[in-house]
């Protein structure tokens, strides 16, 4: 005769296994975004130090343009006031009657701004910067036909647009260095929060290792349950910091 198996049931665990088990996977789960909040915080580090050198390089290209835009504009008026003088020494031979020195001085005006002037500078004083062959063979009728206008005796630099020009470049170039040093700014305070985060997490880790410690359950579901409340803490934390500029966690694995 057959003896039947009889089921016997599964014996209940008890609290202080259920806090033990709960305890391994807590170690388990704090330990790996441990490891993820001090991965992307290194990360945020790195765009930190990018967008840092970045805004010294071009702060350093801005500063470099800014005295370049400092000394073309030393230049430039130096030569308006030779050319002011020029059409000054011009109107009084005109009106002196002595056509050689007209003559003279139109021949060395017409030079210099031609062999000078900066296309910028020659459209604010209304000089044609690219004058035909007729005007170019005829310089008494061309500096005499330029100095009948009005734009040909307005100094530029009474314009601040036009003096302002002379840096727009230097001026891109350090709000760019200003834009990278805010991007380097917000890395740098990203990556300090995801430090914050780790720090917590491994007070998790602290408190999970000393439950074993303990023989009074109560004590152990005290500290359970402050390990617990820290981690959801750090857990809710981090999910509210961005993560850093052109992350892409597939690009660590490389393209197919």
């Known amino acids: 005769m057959e003896e039947k198996s009889v089921s016997r049931p599964k014996a209940k665990k008890t609290p202080d296994e259920v806090i033990e088990l709960i305890v391994v996977i807590m170690l388990g789960i704090t330990a790996l975004f441990t490891a993820w909040g001090s991965w992307i915080g290194s990360l945020h580090g790195g765009n930190q130090a990018t967008s840092y050198t970045t805004s010294n390089n071009l702060a350093s290209e801005g500063n470099s343009e800014y005295n370049a835009g400092v000394q073309q504009m030393n230049q430039d008026m130096l030569l308006w006031n030779d050319i002011s003088d020029m059409q000054m020494e011009i109107s009084f031979a005109l009106d002196s009657g002595d056509d050689v020195t007209v003559e003279k001085i139109c021949y060395q005006l017409f030079y210099k701004l031609d062999e000078n002037l900066t296309e910028r500078m020659a459209e604010a004083i209304g000089w044609n910067y690219t004058m035909s062959e007729a005007e170019y063979s005829d310089p ?23 003096v302002t020009g002379y840096f727009e470049t230097a001026n891109e170039l350090l709000t760019q260095s200003q834009e990278a040093l805010e991007i380097g700014k917000e890395a740098n305070a990203n990556g300090d929060a995801y430090g914050l985060v780790t720090v917590i997490y491994s007070v998790v880790l602290f408190l999970l290792g000393i439950i074993s410690s303990f023989n009074n359950t109560k004590n152990k579901r005290a500290i359970l349950i402050l390990s617990l409340v820290a981690f959801l803490l ?6 509210t910091i961005p993560m850093p500029t052109g992350f892409d966690i597939t690009s660590f694995f490389g393209k197919a």
């Open 140 to 162: 008494m009728g061309t500096v005499l036909a330029w100095m009948e206008s009005d734009e040909a005796y307005t100094s530029p630099f009474f314009d601040e647009e036009y």
């Open 234 to 239: 750090a857990t809710a934390y981090m999910f």
